[in-house]
């Protein structure tokens, strides 16, 4: 019977010394964003995180950007943000500036219709700025090489019109 306890405790001892250890292990979530950013980095894609305003509140997402090629001309700024719902007032389906004062230009209209129709449900967000296209991605359903494939397609696209 004195074995019995004796091993009990020696397990119980293990498991006090164990236990802590395993809790700092990065989740299998983290390790497979860490993964895909680092993907992403040797895509030369920038990752910034971002908090985006939606209807139902706040939320913090990702965005994937690659640089636009240089140019003189200044470029104008803005962002297009899925919303939960279709609206007259939006500036596609469900897609709507996310300030309204900082529109694309009339000449990019079209393109970014046909853009928004083709995105994939885990893209909530595309930001063009001075520098960079980007979009706003949830990080799942897609790969890196899916999104690098997508961004320099929708680049090439915007730059020139």
């Given at each position: 019977?004195?074995?019995?306890?004796?091993?009990?405790?020696?397990?119980?001892?293990?498991?006090?010394?164990?236990?802590?250890?395993?809790?700092?292990?990065?989740?299998?979530?983290?390790?497979?964003?860490?993964?895909?950013?680092?993907?992403?980095?040797?895509?030369?894609?920038?990752?910034?995180?971002?908090?985006?305003?939606?209807?139902?509140?706040?939320?913090?997402?990702?965005?994937?950007?690659?640089?636009?090629?240089?140019?003189?001309?200044?470029?104008?700024?803005?962002?297009?943000?899925?919303?939960?719902?279709?609206?007259?007032?939006?500036?596609?389906?469900?897609?709507?500036?996310?300030?309204?004062?900082?529109?694309?230009?009339?000449?990019?209209?079209?393109?970014?219709?046909?853009?928004?129709?083709?995105?994939?449900?885990?893209?909530?967000?595309?930001?063009?700025?001075?520098?960079?296209?980007?979009?706003?991605?949830?990080?799942?359903?897609l790969t890196i090489e899916q999104i690098n494939q997508l961004l320099?397609?929708?680049?090439?696209?915007?730059?020139?019109?």
């Amino acid at each position: 019977m004195d074995n019995y306890w004796t091993i009990i405790l020696i397990i119980g001892a293990i498991a006090l010394a164990v236990g802590p250890v395993m809790m700092l292990q990065p989740s299998q979530r983290s390790r497979r964003l860490s993964e895909l950013r680092q993907a992403a980095a040797q895509l030369s894609i920038r990752i910034r995180l971002s908090t985006i305003t939606l209807p139902l509140g706040k939320k913090e997402v990702a965005v994937y950007s690659l640089s636009l090629p240089t140019s003189d001309t200044v470029r104008s700024q803005w962002a297009l943000i899925k919303q939960d719902y279709t609206h007259g007032a939006n500036f596609h389906n469900e897609w709507a500036w996310e300030n309204p004062k900082q529109a694309a230009p009339d000449f990019q209209h079209a393109t970014l219709r046909e853009i928004l129709a083709s995105l994939d449900s885990s893209i909530v967000g595309i930001e063009m700025t001075q520098n960079t296209l980007g979009v706003y991605w949830h990080e799942k359903s897609l790969t890196i090489e899916q999104i690098n494939q997508l961004l320099t397609a929708y680049r090439d696209k915007l730059a020139s019109t």
